[in-house]
């Protein structure tokens, strides 16, 4: 009584490392061009998006909507309290409810009911359900199915913000499948060179630091659903991606400590000004965006992120490969 306090306690620091190979790397970077089979996906894409929904009056085939109520029932038969759910959409095809929910509604009209039993797979990441057997009813209130536009210059006038012919469609999808490939390709390699960093550069990661990691996505996993979660198949399943996830973040502070990498307020300034010009804002409009939320951290982080890689792309090989569409 009277005296001093005291105890111990043990806390995961994360440990120094020392980096074996971080220059002279060789990595490829894979190109291709946008092809007419590109296009022509992108305009079937495109009449998909836009496609009118109309009433069917025939069965239902896959690609089709749904507009039911669902009745989870016992094995036999009888309904589960508080389990009907209503007013519910689901397009054919997709498998929101699985490939065997799909497939035994396909033909059913609008006005019908459906009895379905549904085995789930032994292999299903829920222990409570896997390989077990599920009953419903379910109840069609309207068959809908989409009903497509020509591709014609009519159709190119009606998507925003409006093109004169189907050609100035086609070519403004092919400069925007380009941009999308662009950035594609230059991500590409830059995942290279961050497996190619964790290939030359191991050490052994704190079993404590992935173990938290683990825990959080366990967390919020288990937040996000009623149903009950297996922790053995997260760990087992999630562990490798953590454990990689944690090295690569570990090597990319030791390459930005070593380089004396640092993002100041003339970089900042001018990544808002950027964005002001390519959003057609004004820099105050930018800055009060950024103020909301963790808006101002993250486009901090981005630009860190992008100073690391100029570093190591400049200390890099890039060997451009050229590869087929197929190979995308």
């Known amino acids: 009584p009277g005296g001093d306090l005291s105890f111990t306690a043990r806390i995961e620091v994360e440990p120094e490392i020392e980096l074996s ?9 894979l190109r291709r061009d946008v092809t007419d089979a590109d296009i022509d996906r ?38 589960v309290d508080n389990r009907l759910y209503k007013n519910i959409q689901v397009e054919l095809g997709k498998g929101q409810y699985g490939p065997d929910f799909d497939s035994k509604m396909l033909g059913i009209k609008s006005g019908e009911s459906r009895d379905l039993s549904i085995t789930n797979p032994e292999d299903d990441p829920d222990p409570e359900t896997a390989g077990k057997t599920e009953y419903y009813t379910v109840t069609v209130h309207e068959v809908k199915r989409a009903e497509k536009a020509e ?8 998507i925003p913000p409006g093109f004169d012919t189907l050609a100035a469609l086609k070519e403004h999808a092919r400069g925007e ?12 390699v830059n995942n290279r060179i961050v497996e190619q960093l964790i290939a030359e550069n191991p050490f052994e990661v704190p079993q404590k630091m992935i173990d938290l990691q683990l825990e959080d996505l366990l967390d919020r996993a288990k937040k ?4 009950p979660i297996d922790d053995d198949i997260v760990r087992s399943t999630y562990a490798p991606q953590i454990e990689n996830s944690i090295r690569w973040n570990m090597i990319a502070k030791a390459v930005l400590k070593k380089q004396g990498i640092r993002i100041g307020d003339a970089e900042i300034q001018a990544e808002i000004e950027r964005i002001a010009t390519e959003q057609g804002q004004t820099v105050e409009t930018v800055q009060l965006q950024l103020k909301r939320g963790d808006a101002m951290r993250k486009m901090a982080e981005s630009l860190v992120e992008r100073a690391l890689f100029d570093y190591l792309r400049s200390v890099s090989t890039i060997v451009d490969k050229e590869m087929d569409a197929s190979e995308a």
């Open 42 to 79: 992108s305009m079937e894409e495109l009449r998909t998006r836009y496609a009118s929904w109309v009433p069917c009056e025939d069965g239902a085939v896959e690609g089709d909507q749904l507009s039911c109520d669902i009745q989870e029932n016992d094995s036999m038969g009888l309904p």
């Open 21 to 29: 190979k971080v220059e002279g790397l060789t990595v490829e970077r």
């Open 224 to 227: 996000g659903t009623s149903n």
């Open 177 to 188: 499948l380009a941009k999308s490939l662009e950035r594609s390709i230059e991500q590409g």
């Open 151 to 158: 591709l014609n210059d009519e159709f190119a006038q009606e």
